[in-house]
């Protein structure tokens, strides 16, 4: 089982949908939780941490489930310029070291 | 305020070649990533230091990859045969150690391309 894991979509939505994405991670002593975007032939760049009792940031809001270890990223009212990859990222065992799940794909149409 | 800074951005070389990728960290940063990333098995940690120092080069493919941190705002990614599975893009990615924030902030990536 991979330490972290996405379902990698794509997730095709109309503009204006609700879509939420899930990330479970194996590693029950983590303690730091992320969600990055990353456009295509672009870095990924940070969009939110993950705090214990969620957190909303606009029309993005994340939780975090410690009992069946996942987090979660909701968006409402998709745009379209909201298409891009999601990687949620945990952090390992050791110091600052974040492991990154495989990325779900999220495109959004008119 | 100048993020991770990277070279080159694209890469084209020859199977045999030595390839060597440059990572300026952001200012006041002490902890540097490698990652690479691939369509089929997604972002890799290579290597990480803190403080210069590494500290989990588990990552590193094999003995052909070496990475060095030789002061704060200089690292080198080397791979040496490159071979065509090497072709990726390689990303460098920068933190704080202080107050126990995690967050990486990644440069814009080398394109490496292995003919």
């Known amino acids: 089982r991979k330490e972290v894991e996405q379902d990698p979509g794509p997730f095709n939505v109309p503009e204006g949908a609700t879509v939420a994405f899930n990330c479970t991670y194996s590693n029950s002593a983590s303690q730091s939780f992320f969600w990055y975007r990353q456009d295509c032939r672009k870095e990924p760049k940070l969009l939110m941490s993950v705090y214990s009792s969620g957190n909303e940031d606009g029309r993005f809001t994340a939780q975090l489930n410690r009992a069946s270890q996942y987090i979660s990223l909701l968006i409402r009212d998709s745009k379209l310029s909201d298409s891009a990859t999601y990687l949620c990222a945990v952090n390992g065992n050791a110091g600052n070291m974040l492991t990154f799940g495989g990325g779900t794909r999220l495109m959004v149409k008119p | 305020d100048a993020g991770v800074i990277q070279s080159p951005r694209h890469e084209v070389t020859e199977m045999g070649q030595e390839v060597t990728l440059r990572c300026k960290p952001i200012?006041?940063?002490?902890?540097l990533f490698w990652y690479r990333q691939t369509m089929m098995r997604g972002l890799e940690l290579l290597i990480y230091f803190n403080n210069n120092v590494p500290i989990d080069d588990s990552g590193m493919p094999e003995d052909r990859f070496s990475a060095k941190m030789p002061n704060a705002s200089f690292s080198t990614l080397k791979i040496q045969p490159s071979e065509p599975r090497d072709s990726a893009v390689y990303f460098c990615a920068s933190s704080s150690l202080s107050g126990g924030e995690e967050t990486q902030y990644f440069g814009p990536g080398t394109r490496l391309l292995v003919l």
């Open positions: 200012s006041g940063h002490n902890s």
